[in-house]
Structure formats: C-alpha cells, structure tokens
C-alpha cells in the first residue's frame, strides 16, 4: 500500500479532519492504519497511556485509527510560550525552550528524529496517513520544513491536497500550489479534496471540471460544510472566528464566558460544554460587561505569568473580582487553576525571567513552576457532588493548598496505576474552583453538577454518544462525498 500524506494548499483548510476521517475510513475497511505528523505547533496536547505528550489531532487520529497513540505519532511538538518562541517536546518530553531563530536555524537534528518515529512506524503498521503543516508550498521555508514533502519522499507517500473553498481562492490555491512545487514534489500529487463547500454542490461541477484542467490532478471529492460533529481541532485558530461575539448571553441558557489569553493552551476542554444544547460558550478577549454569564473560565497557559500580567492590564483582573463578589462562578483549568490562587513563583525561569508573580487570590493556593512536567492520565471522584471525573495532566507547576481551602477531587487512578492522592481546589460555597483534570468537562457527571449549580432547572441534553460516534459520523460524511475508486486507486498504487 502507499502511505497517505494529507497535505494543505494553506493552514487552517481541516486537514487535521480530513487525515482523521482517513484514520477511521481505512480502520473501517480492517486496515492496520496509524497517524504520523512530524512536527506539530500547537497548545492543544494531550498524553498517551504511557505518558508522553503529543498534539491532540495525533491522539484523536490514533483514536479514529483505533490504535494506541504513541509519541512516534508526533516526534517534534512545538508549544509556543511567547511572540517568538516555543517550548520544544521531543518524541513526548519537553527537551528545551528555543526561539524561532535558534529552532529553525537548525532543524536537520530535529527530522532525524522525527523519521527515526516515521521508521518505527512503517514497520508496525501496514498503512500511515500523514498529515502536514500549514501550507506545503511555503517556498521561503522549504529547505528547513521537514514536515510535508521531504517526509512525503522519505515515507514514499501519495500526497492527496486539501483546499478550503469557503475562504475563497480555491482556484489559485490549488493551481498556485502546483505551479511553485519542484517537480519531483509534483510527481507525488494524486489528487486533490475541496474542502469546506456551502450551498448546492452541482453548482461546482465546471469548477470541478476546470481545476482538473488547470492543475492536471483528479478532484477526490467536494465535502460540504458540516455541523454538528465534534473532533478535537489542532489549535486555537477556529477561535478567531468565536472570539468576543457582538450579541449579549441568552438569558434562556446557561452562559459562560472564557477568557482567551494570549498564551491559551487546550481549548477543547470547553467544548463539551459548548455541545450543550442548553448552554453557550462565549470566548472573550477584551473586556466587557460579565454581567448575563453564570461563569467565567480561565483556560490552560503556555504563560502562566505572562497571562496574569495580561489579565490585570486589561482590567479582566477586576473584573473578575466584581464578578465573583457578585456571586459570579469562577472556574481555573491547569493554568487558569495556577492563576486562581495567591501566587505563581517561576525558580528556575521555566516561562520567562524568574520571579513570583501575584495571582488573583480567589483559592487559598500556591504554585511553584518546576523544571519537570507533569504528564499522565487520571481518574477519581469528586467528593463534594459523588460523582466520578477524569482527564490527563499537563503541568509544570506543582499547586500546595494553603490552610482553609478544600480539595476538589480524590484521585484514584493515574496511567492505569492505583493511587491515594487530591487535586484541585473549591472554596466553600463551591462558586471557585481550579483543577489539573484537561477534559474535565467530558464526564457527564461532573458536567451535569457543574451545569446545575449555575441553573438549577437546566436540563442536561440527551446523551449524543461518545468519540467513536463522532468518528462514525465524520467518516460517513467524507466518504459520501468521496470517490472512494479514486481513493482506493491512491492506496493501492493504481494512480
């Protein structure tokens, strides 16, 4: 078989979805598949059951492909922590903070490895499907990008294009990106997939017609624009679009706002909260009147200290003092759980310059950030609402609960190991509460208890299934609208 590269004519054009709906098409027809993506910049991360740490497209992809997720799927992860530079993950373990400059000075180091995992890969799996970054035919990045076409060569992959007609342009993205590429790039380009497409697709069929002219590859398919299906997304970049909503809560719903910091980190631990029909999810940058939302939650931080400064410039800080006084519910998740307490000290300059930065003081907590990260999966209960919760840890910061403040959670299990131990913290009228749990959220006990005390008569939504259903609906979705001859041609090496 030839392996599968899923590469994008521009960032953000779903090729993080359209490599997921792969993973589950070729899974389905009991094909031993597996994701790889050399380098991955993202703030979203999840771990693997051994406790690496990888991009949480990689671990959904594996979850389509119905295989374990392993650090080999993303060898070099990329976290930025400020404008210009990012915290390197290598094959699971944080390793070094480079700025863009030192990193991309350099980077044969950094693919030697990333196709050390690409081996390993190949040998235990009868099919890969890579996916890329952003767009493939950055010319002024192309002796330093490991990630598209020299791990298309070095896999001896088919590179299928993915193109986004929503944003307009298809025409000059697919048909441009052709024209730069060296030959031998060319050579590997089987087809290309329209992505994104609204209205009465019939109505393209000369567009189909005329890109397959003009670029000489086949046109796989035109996938419309859907709703309703839920896949963990690459990073932040869907946000933009989300970002400080011009209309006011709905006072018929359940409304929490959450705070787009500048450094956010795994957003996604929001979004079983946004599928809620009975409650809505506003992302908010810049301040503005709280007053309507029942709660306000301070996601993950790549910054920790430099987001808190943030806050108080732009006057969230007091805002959320206000808002809390007026029996408003704060809610902390990893970093946001960091910046609810007394203070976050940075030693040993983990973020930035070390110091101690004050924090907003709503949980009797203190947090020293530490030169080792903290990486596991979790399950336990939550004492206060006897419900059980879980969810996997990110953090280099080891939180102490100062005297008066009460733990959130009893943890009772980390990466399959039986333990005894806490996490989190509630104050006493259970309005503020702060966590380690990333995917807390995804429980629907804990959801349920989080929902209801905003509202006591919300209602919970029937239960729409877990991740499998929603790779399910993914997959029938793409492949309705794929011609699947084509596809199997591309795999088999008939094309």
């Given at each position: 078989m030839n392996n599968i590269a899923v590469f994008g004519t521009a960032s953000d054009v779903g090729k993080s979805v359209i490599a997921t709906a792969f993973c589950r098409i070729f899974s389905d027809a009991g094909?031993?598949?597996?994701?790889?993506?050399?380098?991955?910049?993202?703030?979203?991360?999840?771990?693997?059951?051994?406790?690496?740490?990888?991009?949480?497209?990689?671990?959904?992809?594996?979850?389509?492909?119905?295989?374990?997720p392993t650090a080999d799927m993303n060898p070099v992860l990329l976290k930025p922590n400020t404008d210009t530079g990012a915290q390197v993950v290598l094959q699971g373990r944080a390793v070094a903070n480079r700025s863009a400059r030192e990193y991309f000075g350099n980077t044969k180091p950094w693919r030697e490895t990333a196709f050390q995992s690409l081996g390993r890969l190949q040998q235990q799996h009868e099919l890969l499907v890579i996916e890329g970054a952003g767009a493939c035919a950055e010319m002024n990045l192309y002796e330093r990008d490991f990630v598209n076409f020299k791990t298309a060569h070095a896999a001896d992959a088919s590179v299928i294009l993915v193109a986004d007609i929503d944003r307009g342009g298809v025409f000059a993205q697919v048909v441009g990106t052709m024209a730069v590429l060296p030959e031998e790039d060319r050579q590997l380009v089987s087809g290309v997939v329209i992505n994104r497409f609204r209205g009465d697709v019939s109505l393209f069929r000369d567009g189909v017609r005329m890109l397959e002219e003009r670029s000489g590859l086949p046109v796989l398919g035109v996938i419309p624009y859907f709703q309703g299906i839920s896949i963990d997304s690459e990073d932040a970049v869907l946000l933009q679009t989300a970002v400080d909503p011009p209309r006011r809560p709905d006072p018929a719903r359940v409304s929490i706002a959450v705070i787009r910091l500048p450094h956010i980190s795994?957003?996604?631990?929001?979004?079983?909260?946004?599928?809620?029909?009975?409650?809505?999810?506003?992302?908010?940058?810049?301040?503005?009147?709280?007053?309507?939302?029942?709660?306000?939650?301070?996601?993950?931080?790549?910054n920790v200290r430099g987001d808190l400064a943030w806050l108080e410039k732009e006057g969230w800080g007091a805002a959320l003092q206000d808002f809390r006084r007026n029996g408003g519910s704060v809610v902390g998740i990893c970093g946001g759980y960091q910046m609810l307490g007394i203070d976050v000290a940075d030693p040993y300059g983990v973020e930035g310059e070390p110091g101690v930065t004050s924090g907003l003081g709503m949980l009797p907590v203190r947090t020293v950030l530490q030169r080792e990260k903290t990486l596991c999966n979790a399950a336990g209960v939550m004492p206060a609402a006897g419900c059980r919760v879980h969810g996997y840890e990110i953090h280099m910061g080891e939180t102490v609960l100062e005297e008066g403040a009460t733990t959130l959670f009893d943890v009772l299990n980390r990466n399959g190991w039986e333990t005894s131990a806490h996490d989190g913290a509630i104050s006493l009228d259970r309005h503020v509460f702060g966590t380690y749990f990333h995917g807390v959220f995804d429980a629907s006990g804990f959801r349920n208890w989080f929902l209801q005390s905003l509202?006591?008569?919300?209602v919970p939504a029937e239960d729409r299934g877990d991740r499998e259903d929603e790779y399910n609906r993914l997959a029938q979705h793409v492949s309705e609208h794929l011609d699947m001859e084509k596809l199997w041609g591309i795999v088999n090496g008939e094309w």
């Open positions: 094909i031993d598949v597996a994701p790889f993506k050399a380098q991955n910049m993202s703030n979203n991360s999840g771990v693997t059951p051994d406790g690496c740490e990888i991009g949480r497209a990689q671990i959904a992809q594996a979850e389509a492909a119905r295989v374990v795994n957003f996604t631990d929001v979004a079983a909260l946004e599928r809620e029909e009975g409650a809505e999810v506003h992302y908010l940058s810049r301040l503005r009147s709280l007053d309507g939302y029942q709660a306000v939650v301070l996601p993950g931080s790549k509202d006591g008569t919300f």
